[in-house]
């Protein structure tokens, strides 16, 4: 997906730029563009680079960025050459320790070539390190590491030249999975939106990244290193690897363990209670680095949700003027679903004055985390958490309150009202009613497993494809087909996400996306929008994901999915990713039409005849005879037709001969339909060859005006006008 060489020419450069820092004793850039440079030759390698010892490379920039950060450090602190000597040894000692117990690990899982390969890292690191003049304690340790690791390993190869290992087998079914399943069209869709914020962020591929040495070749679920229990852990290299859902896929984001601290030392971003902890910093790290830095505009929590756990998002707009909000039916669905683990909810207050933010202790335009919610003696209860830690709600059922607080609920809920009242730590209970009063939206992220068959798309519309609106007609429009198949009745989810790559375009987002889903339609596509009415019709939000759901009766149907935009300006990219209990197929639907001719003309005077409605004018409106000069029995036109939207226009295809009887499409006349303003289409398969005549026609006689045809055809055909 990647030019290799232009990866290894980045590398280089960055290279340089580091070796000109450090000439320069500025340590802390060129670690910075050392690091660049290693990750740009790991992407080199995974993009195919053939260039020799591409991997030894990186892992010497890596290893120079780590010395030249304890460097950095020592020197901060005043100490002299001989007293940062030991500050870099014993970070190699521990790097060489962390790869030498990850061998082990892979070792004991039977991976025998990744354990092999590991050992042989250790033992290169540790026997490097006796240039480094260790005292006799650290060289006892360095001996004894790499004597233990270097008989392993020549154990293992050992084991293989009699009993080949299955490792290089699993990898090639991996990779064949992978690769195999995108076409030309949606992998230039998938690099052409890696780059976000001038970075590139290619997909991250299971059977090439977890094999990728950062001295930590662990599969994780978001961030690694992790332990053998999954847990995340402290990496000695100070090195991370995150996967984040963006773009249609997940892509992976390299960060080192550098954080905005103040003078003091007090970190200047999110943070754990728990000081032992560094994933909250981390991960934020990740996020804002991808987002184009810590200034970021900012999001909403369910696109942050999605990237972090690829959990499907759904947007349900509370305020009480919304006639699609039914507040019973919503409680009982997150009630339900909640405890169950099949989602993770947050819920967003919208704009308020200042007076009734302080009043009602809440944050304008702010999500709080949703940890439970609860119907008890006929009370619904939502337990929220503000990130920020501290200011909660001081309304009905808060620490404030404690008329409603009595004895038998705060047992029932496990509160005790004075704990709560002696420390805000930002957690609260809130009744349902005042949520709906008070905040705006769920944020609501849906597991996918809950769904056994899914399946996606990436795709992109250009901005000249079709109209800027398509109030009048949405023939240019992206659409594709699913057919379902269900036995019992089956939920069926679609979710359009717009694939974004700057952060200006999340503060002033112009792209109102949307998808309109019709059923059973008589038609190949649809051409004229609501000339059939929507099965389903989302609102046109500017938000990069918008979700569909319906229900799937017993039985098989076909839907027509429309992607729409409010005014299109731009070429955007996006992903479709349908999930359902029942089994389905998604397909594009795609032109058949190989033969395009373009005429226009004008009603105007005598042939402005009207609609059939006229029929004494009728007659005098232009007509077109279109020759299909073959004799098959299969032929598919489409003609459609544009004018003025001041008024309504149609047509009608007569037939005058044919030279197949066999044709299956037996009609002699047939109509475009309603009369529309500004657009209408007729669309016919299974015709003999033979002689057609097209009349255009408005709806009232003595309209006058122009219009434009395009007639289509899957084989030659000539027209003509003859009237």
Not at 283 to 305: C, H, Q, R, T, W
Not at 447 to 473: I, R
């Amino acid at each position: 997906m990647v030019d290799p060489a232009a990866l290894e020419a980045d590398a280089k450069n960055f290279a340089d730029v580091a070796a000109t820092y450090e000439t320069s004793k500025q340590y802390e850039a060129a670690v910075f563009f050392y690091t660049e440079a290693a990750q740009a030759l790991i992407n080199a390698q995974t993009a195919g680079s053939t260039t020799p010892n591409i991997r030894d490379i990186a892992h010497r920039y890596i290893k120079r960025a780590e010395d030249l950060k304890a460097m950095s450090s020592t020197r901060d602190t005043d100490v002299g050459v001989e007293g940062r000597r030991p500050s870099v040894l014993q970070n190699s000692l521990s790097r060489a320790k962390f790869i030498f117990h990850d061998a082990i690990t892979e070792d004991e899982k039977g991976n025998f070539d990744e354990a092999v390969e590991l050992y042989g890292s250790a033992v290169e690191l540790l026997l490097s390190l006796r240039a480094q003049s260790p005292n006799e304690s650290t060289m006892k340790e360095i001996k004894k590491l790499a004597n233990e690791a270097l008989s392993r390993a020549e154990v293992l190869k050992d084991r293989g030249k009699s009993k080949p290992t299955t490792a290089q087998v699993t990898s090639g079914a991996s990779t064949s999975r992978q690769t195999g399943g995108y076409s030309a069209e949606e992998l230039k869709v998938l690099k052409a939106t890696s780059t976000i914020n001038g970075r590139e962020y290619p997909p991250f591929l299971d059977f090439i990244d977890l094999r990728m040495r950062f001295a930590f070749p662990k599969p994780y679920t978001i961030i690694y290193p992790q332990s053998r229990d999954g847990e995340a852990v402290y990496n000695p290299c100070g090195m991370y690897v995150v996967r984040f859902h963006i773009n249609g896929v997940p892509r992976k984001v390299v960060i080192d363990d550098y954080l905005p601290m103040a003078r003091n030392g007090e970190l200047l971003c999110s943070f754990s209670t728990n000081r032992s902890e560094l994933w909250v910093s981390l991960l934020e790290k990740a996020y804002m680095k991808v987002m184009g830095g810590y200034d970021f505009p900012g999001s909403n929590s369910g696109i942050d949700l999605h990237a972090l756990t690829g959990w499907i998002p759904e947007r349900i707009t509370i305020r009480s003027n919304n006639m699609s909000f039914n507040k019973d039916r919503e409680f009982r669905r997150l009630l339900s679903r909640f405890h169950r683990g099949h989602c993770l909810c947050t819920v967003a207050t919208g704009e308020m004055t200042e007076d009734v933010a302080t009043r009602a202790g809440l944050v304008p335009s702010h999500a709080y985390a949703m940890l439970d919610i609860r119907e008890v003696d006929d009370k619904r209860l939502l337990l929220l958490k503000n990130p920020w830690s501290h200011l909660r709600w001081k309304g009905n059922f808060s620490e404030q309150d404690s008329r409603n607080w009595t004895p038998q609920l705060q047992a029932k809920l496990n509160y005790d009202l004075s704990s709560a009242q002696a420390v805000d730590n930002g957690v609260f209970w809130i009744d349902y009613d005042s949520v709906c009063h008070y905040f705006d939206v769920f944020y609501v992220n849906w597991n996918p497993e809950l769904f056994q068959h899914t399946t996606c798309v990436h795709d992109m519309w250009l901005a000249h494809d079709g109209p800027k609106k398509d109030s009048y007609s949405c023939a240019n429009n992206p659409q594709y087909n699913l057919e379902v198949q269900a036995t019992v009745a089956a939920p069926v989810w679609a979710l359009l996400t717009r694939h974004i790559t700057d952060k200006e375009d999340f503060a002033d987002n112009k792209e109102f996306i949307a998808l309109v889903v019709y059923k059973n339609i008589k038609t190949r596509k649809v051409y004229c929008p609501y000339e059939v009415e929507p099965f389903r019709d989302s609102v046109r939000a500017n938000s990069p994901h918008c979700l569909v759901q319906f229900l799937q009766d017993p039985g098989t149907a076909n839907y027509t999915f429309v992607v729409s935009q409010f005014e299109k300006n731009n070429t955007i990219r996006y992903t479709l990713r349908v999930y359902s209990t029942a089994p389905f197929v998604l397909s594009k639907i795609t032109d058949p039409y190989k033969v395009e001719k373009q005429v226009t003309g004008q009603w105007k005077g005598a042939n402005a005849g009207g609609c059939p409605n006229h029929p004494d004018t009728y007659d005098r409106n232009p007509c077109y005879q279109i020759n299909l000069s073959n004799n098959e029995l299969d032929n598919q036109l489409l003609v459609e037709m544009r004018g003025p939207k001041d008024y309504a226009i149609g047509c009608e295809l007569i037939k005058v001969s044919a030279t197949n009887p066999d044709a299956p499409n037996k009609m002699e006349r047939k109509s475009s339909g309603t009369y529309r303003r500004g657009y209408v289409a007729l669309e016919q398969a299974g015709l003999s060859g033979g002689i057609y005549n097209l009349v255009v026609s408005t709806y009232y006689p003595n309209q006058e005006g122009p219009y434009i045809l395009n007639f289509k055809s899957l084989r030659p055909f000539t027209v003509n006008c003859i009237r």
